[in-house]
């Protein structure tokens, strides 16, 4: 059986990664805690920014509005986000997120893989 000692992480511990829309935090994946079966992270996206498009071959995303409001691509589809909205995309569905609003999204990541793979777009 997998090791089953429980990991606590201070997340004001953890870097943020920055990019030229925002940034990421990642609270749970196989590297900060090896044996881990899912990605968990925080993600800030800025006001009038938007991540790339972008898919994950291995693994679904569900992503949770904690605030703001924008629009998801989901493949040719786009969708609506606000505060307390939750999307599932699954593996392979191309995507990003788009900040249309004046404050910064917040929003929580999860990922059913442990070890996420990201195929940028752009």
Known sequence: MADQKAVVIDSKQLPDETFEWGTLKWLCNAKLSPGAAQTLGLCHI??????????????????????????????????????GAVIRIPAGV??????????????????????RETVFLE
Do not use: Y
């Open 46 to 83: 800025w006001a009038g920014k938007r991540n790339p498009r972008h898919f994950h071959p291995n693994c679904e995303e569900v992503l949770f509005m904690l605030e703001g409001t924008g629009q998801h691509s989901f493949d040719d589809e786009m969708l609506e986000l606000h505060r």
């Open 94 to 115: 191309r995507h990003n997120l788009s900040n249309t609003g004046s404050e910064t999204i917040v929003c929580l990541i999860s990922f059913s893989s442990g070890d």
